[in-house]
């Protein structure tokens, strides 16, 4: 057989093949590549939300402008008020956990089984709307003199 006639044949099914499941393999690792990095920014973006969330909780929790100091024991906790000023719903959830006062005679050097008027220490949760990220922060509202 000589050269030129060997030309005419074309590839052989093995190396059609062998092309085809190189090809299958590199697109594989592209798609699982692109699809961890579609995981990765959407989880960032939730801990962004999330924290913007809590930082947003934080500045109005301790501006006595937005939400004034409250004693009132039948409205302990500040919720009804963070709603009407943080994030839309679709950003995830808030949730104040925990208001306690700061008792500053109390074992050494304090601690926040005090009573009202005192520093008032607010626990938050945030959490993102389909659940992986959440984050608690906890602040402290001062009040009036």
């Not at 590839?11 to 393999?25: A, F």
């Not at 939400?67 to 008020?81: A, F, L, M, N, S």
Request: net charge negative.
């Amino acid at each position: 057989m000589t050269a030129a006639a060997r030309s005419e044949h074309g590839s052989t099914l093995i190396e059609v093949l062998i092309s085809v499941v190189i090809l299958g393999l590199a697109v594989t690792a592209f798609l699982l590549g692109m699809s961890t990095t579609v995981g990765t920014s959407s989880l960032g973006r939730d801990q962004a939300n999330v924290e913007a969330m809590l930082t947003s909780a934080g500045e109005v929790i301790q501006d006595n402008n937005l939400i004034g100091y409250t004693c009132d024991r039948t409205k302990p906790t500040y919720q009804g008020e963070l709603t009407n000023y943080i994030a839309p719903p679709r950003f995830g959830m808030l949730l104040v956990i925990q208001v306690a006062y700061w008792d500053p005679t109390s074992g050494s050097g304090g601690d926040w089984t005090g009573t009202c008027p005192a520093l008032q220490g607010i626990t938050v949760q945030a959490q993102s709307q389909d659940g992986q990220v959440t984050m608690v922060r906890q602040f402290v509202k001062v009040p009036p003199p």
